[in-house]
């Protein structure tokens, strides 16, 4: 029965975040309760525990559209109407009765509230709700007076030089920080990768992998480059070897009545031109095109390579070892197939395969402390998965997810069930790539993980302990949707943007 009710809030509040109440953006017949609505009281004070429940509610479903700051701008464009600006006198001048009453009584594909959502739970999050108003917007920034920070000049990058001077400032919780940006005009870029001759290559996804070095971009490399690219990875004795893999989309042909491919593929760089390109592995074919598809490289501390396969047609496929969708592979560096893989020997299985149950992964990295190899994923509506990989691990997509249908209906009845991995932490950012930060570099930050944020165009400091969800910050508001986070082998954070064309730097600053 609590599996139930839970999955019936989540019904609540998935579609709460679609129509939710009137924002403007369209103009439409207002969405008026009855005068009698306005009477209605909360029976609960907004006490700081009641708005902390509340906030619990809202990180959990609502952030997705309705953002972090609750103006409504967690996914620009998505719907005909956008989601309620919680800032807007349309919100604000309403009375809580009001806003109860339609929680309660709902309206289109907004359900009524009054049995799927306890009267306590929904005056929780009309209390959080009611907290966006006193905020001040001008403070949202984060902004810091540049005249009273400097940068530290004994803490020089190989790959771009450091500015002159602090341009501008923001402030996270732990530090100061400047937003350095140290390259523009990047076209869908998708993935980067710090050479250790001090360059730095950026693979766009058109097909072009650019190199820069000193701060500036030098050439672009030749040689027969896939187009459609998505990551880019070097081989861990690169140094020695020279090899770079790449991961791309062969885009289906219909007309020809040709699938689609995610494949992966080695190549030898010399000097600045890519040679012995081989294709090591395609999946497929896929009826659909690779737009979202994430295709992630990784290498683990013995040197097995992993391919992430994300869902292209009926999400039933992730749960199928005869199927390619939502899958990890993993593989020798030649792409030949490990004999210890899980799936080796089960009859039917694809033996390539290491893990399965995912929905879509968008990044992959190997924590260098732990030497455990960890993914982040797509939920749809919320439901987003940070994961540690497992061999033979099912993830659980689509039978158990915290995720809901865009529509708000419900994918799976408890998001927990016997036999699944649950993820680590689960949220609501639409994320894309993810590096760890150690050291000192960053005081307070030793030990968190960053991950980027597509739909809500920001950067999430996660502080966990022991694989356990502790708090997160939200950074660099509004920057774009950012596609790649790495860590740089310099000990400075990167956050690469996809729409906004930008690689930027975060330098902590020293007070004067």
């Given at each position: 029965?609590?599996?139930r009710?839970?999955a019936?809030?989540?019904?609540?509040?998935?579609?709460?975040?679609?129509?939710?109440?009137?924002?403007?953006?369209?103009?439409?017949?207002?969405?008026?309760?009855?005068?009698?609505?306005?009477?209605?009281k909360?029976?609960?004070?907004?006490?700081p525990?009641?708005i902390r429940?509340?906030e619990k509610?809202?990180?959990?479903?609502c952030?997705?559209?309705?953002?972090?700051?609750?103006?409504?701008?967690?996914?620009?464009?998505?719907?005909?109407?956008?989601?309620?600006?919680?800032?807007?006198?349309v919100?604000?001048?309403?009375?809580?009765?009001?806003?109860?009453?339609?929680?309660?009584?709902?309206?289109?594909?907004?359900?009524?509230?009054?049995?799927?959502?306890?009267?306590?739970?929904?005056?929780?999050?009309?209390?959080?709700?009611?907290?966006?108003?006193?905020?001040?917007?001008n403070?949202?920034?984060?902004?810091?007076?540049?005249?009273?920070?400097?940068?530290?000049?004994?803490?020089?990058?190989?790959?771009?030089?450091?500015?002159?001077?602090?341009?501008?400032?923001?402030?996270?919780?732990?530090?100061?920080?400047?937003v350095?940006?140290?390259a523009?005009?990047?076209?869908?870029?998708?993935?980067?990768?710090?050479?250790?001759?001090?360059?730095?290559?950026?693979?766009?996804?058109?097909?072009?992998?650019?190199?820069?070095?000193?701060?500036?971009?030098?050439?672009?490399?030749?040689?027969?480059?896939?187009?459609?690219?998505?990551?880019?990875k070097?081989?861990?004795?690169?140094e020695?070897?020279?090899?770079?893999?790449?991961?791309?989309?062969?885009?289906?042909?219909?007309?020809?009545?040709?699938g689609?491919?995610?494949?992966?593929?080695?190549?030898?760089?010399?000097e600045?031109?890519?040679?012995?390109?081989?294709?090591?592995?395609?999946?497929?074919?896929f009826?659909?095109?690779?737009?979202?598809?994430?295709?992630?490289?990784?290498?683990?501390?013995?040197?097995?390579?992993?391919?992430?396969?994300?869902?292209h047609?009926?999400?039933?496929?992730?749960?199928?070892?005869?199927?390619?969708?939502?899958?990890?592979?993993r593989?020798?560096?030649?792409?030949?197939?490990?004999?210890?893989?899980?799936?080796?020997?089960?009859?039917?299985?694809?033996?390539?395969?290491?893990?399965?149950?995912?929905?879509m992964?968008?990044?992959?990295?190997?924590?260098?402390?732990?030497?455990?190899?960890?993914?982040?994923?797509?939920?749809?509506?919320?439901?987003?998965?940070?994961?540690?990989?497992?061999?033979?691990?099912?993830?659980?997509?689509?039978?158990?997810?915290?995720?809901?249908?865009?529509?708000?209906?419900?994918?799976?009845?408890?998001?927990?069930?016997?036999?699944?991995?649950?993820?680590?932490?689960?949220?609501?950012?639409?994320?894309s790539?993810f590096?760890?930060?150690?050291?000192?570099?960053?005081?307070?930050?030793?030990?968190?993980?960053f991950?980027?944020?597509?739909?809500t165009?920001?950067?999430?400091?996660l502080?966990?302990?022991?694989?356990?969800?502790?708090?997160d910050?939200?950074?660099?508001?509004n920057l774009?949707?950012?596609?790649?986070?790495?860590?740089?082998p310099?000990?400075?954070?990167?956050?690469?943007?996809?729409?906004?064309?930008?690689?930027?730097?975060?330098i902590?600053?020293?007070?004067?």
């Open positions: 029965m609590k599996n009710s839970f019936f809030l989540l019904v609540g509040l998935g579609s709460l975040i679609l129509i939710s109440f009137t924002s403007g953006y369209i103009q439409q017949e207002p969405w008026k309760a009855p005068a009698s609505a306005d009477t209605i909360s029976p609960f004070p907004f006490s525990q009641v429940e509340g509610l809202y990180n959990m479903l952030v997705t559209c309705h953002g972090q700051n609750g103006l409504g701008d967690g996914q620009p464009g998505r719907y005909k109407i956008e989601p309620a600006n919680f800032h807007s006198r919100v604000t001048a309403q009375k809580d009765g009001a806003i109860f009453w339609k929680l309660s009584n709902g309206k289109g594909i907004m359900p009524a509230y009054g049995t799927a959502l306890s009267e306590e739970k929904r005056w929780q999050l009309i209390a959080y709700i009611r907290q966006f108003a006193k905020q001040d917007l403070s949202l920034s984060k902004a810091l007076p540049i005249k009273n920070y400097k940068i530290d000049k004994t803490i020089p990058s190989p790959y771009f030089p450091l500015p002159q001077k602090v341009t501008n400032a923001i402030a996270s919780e732990e530090l100061a920080l400047m350095d940006t140290v523009k005009g990047l076209k869908r870029a998708w993935s980067m990768a710090f050479l250790p001759d001090q360059t730095l290559l950026i693979a766009e996804r058109s097909g072009k992998i650019l190199r820069f070095k000193n701060g500036k971009q030098i050439d672009t490399l030749s040689g027969n480059i896939p187009g459609s690219l998505r990551d880019i070097l081989h861990p004795g690169f020695k070897n020279r090899l770079i893999y790449l991961s791309y989309f062969i885009e289906p042909v219909k007309s020809a009545g040709t689609g491919y995610t494949a992966l593929m080695r190549a030898k760089l010399v600045n031109k890519l040679i012995e390109e081989k294709t090591l592995y395609k999946a497929g074919p009826k659909n095109n690779g737009d979202w598809f994430g295709s992630k490289i990784g290498f683990d501390s013995k040197g097995y390579l992993f391919f992430s396969v994300g869902i047609s009926d999400r039933k496929n992730a749960q199928s070892l005869s199927n390619y969708d939502g899958k990890t592979m593989f020798n560096d030649d792409g030949s197939i490990p004999p210890d893989n899980p799936f080796v020997n089960t009859p039917g299985a694809l033996p390539e395969i290491y893990s399965y149950g995912h929905r992964h968008q990044g992959m990295r190997r924590d260098p402390k732990t030497g455990r190899m960890m993914v982040v994923e797509f939920g749809e509506l919320a439901g987003d998965e940070l994961n540690i990989l497992k061999p033979g691990a099912n993830y659980g997509w689509p039978i158990a997810t915290y995720s809901l249908e865009y529509s708000g209906a419900i994918i799976s009845e408890s998001p927990l069930k016997e036999g699944i991995e649950p993820p680590i932490h689960h949220y609501a950012v639409a994320p790539d590096d760890f930060v150690y050291g000192n570099r960053y005081p307070g930050w030793d030990g968190n993980i991950i980027g944020g597509l739909a165009k920001k950067l999430y400091r502080v966990m302990k022991d694989d356990t969800f502790v708090h910050e939200a950074l660099l508001h774009g949707r950012i596609r790649e986070v790495v860590y740089g310099d000990q400075f954070l990167y956050a690469m943007t996809e729409d906004t064309g930008i690689l930027v730097r975060l902590p600053l020293q007070k004067l």
